[in-house]
């Protein structure tokens, strides 16, 4: 095999599949999983981004997020409703889409329901154009000065 045929093989996507883990953030989200279970289990445990909220009638409002805040989409929906007695083997069977890698698509870049940033834009927020007069004095002109002077005379006239 000469060297122009290894060169051929080589492929942009081989260095993104060496560096990726899709376990890694799996594990991020089973980790908050467990936690968010063992909330709605127990209601005096808090969690930190809790993914659930219980609603009138016992409605559970399911809105699973990745460790970024972004949403994760279920059935192209980012909030999902469910009877509260449902709910533990709702989240059984997200747990078994999670280790199935059903949302792993989800779990990196944009996501369905909205884009993430780029790091780089939440550091160093865009500058706004210069002006085309920037540095320079701005006055009124003359027309403006008269008519703010009218408006003035009368506003001063209807007080008396």
């Known amino acids: 095999m000469a060297l122009k045929d290894i060169i051929a ?3 942009p996507d081989n ?6 883990d899709p ?3 799996r594990q991020a989200m089973l980790d908050r999983l467990v936690k968010n279970r063992d909330a709605f ?15 009138h009638s ?12 972004q949403p994760i989409v279920i059935d192209g929906q980012s909030v999902t409703f469910w009877k509260a007695d449902e709910f533990p083997g709702i989240l059984d069977a997200f747990e078994a889409a999670i280790v199935a890698g059903e949302i792993d698509d989800q779990l990196e870049g944009s996501t369905p329901a ?4 780029p790091a780089r834009e939440l550091k160093a927020p865009k500058k706004r154009a210069a002006r085309s007069d920037a540095g320079q004095k701005r006055e009124w002109t003359p027309e403006r000065r008269e008519r703010f002077a ?3 005379a009368a506003r001063n006239a209807a007080k008396l």
């Open 23 to 25: 376990d890694a953030l």
């Open 41 to 55: 289990n127990d209601p005096s445990k808090r969690v930190r981004g809790r993914w659930y909220e219980i609603g």
């Open 114 to 117: 909205g884009a993430s940033l």
């Open 58 to 69: 016992q409605v559970v409002a399911f809105s699973p997020t990745r460790p970024d805040g």
């Open 9 to 11: 093989k080589l492929s």
């Open 150 to 152: 009218a408006t003035i």
């Open 15 to 20: 260095e993104k599949l060496f560096h990726h």
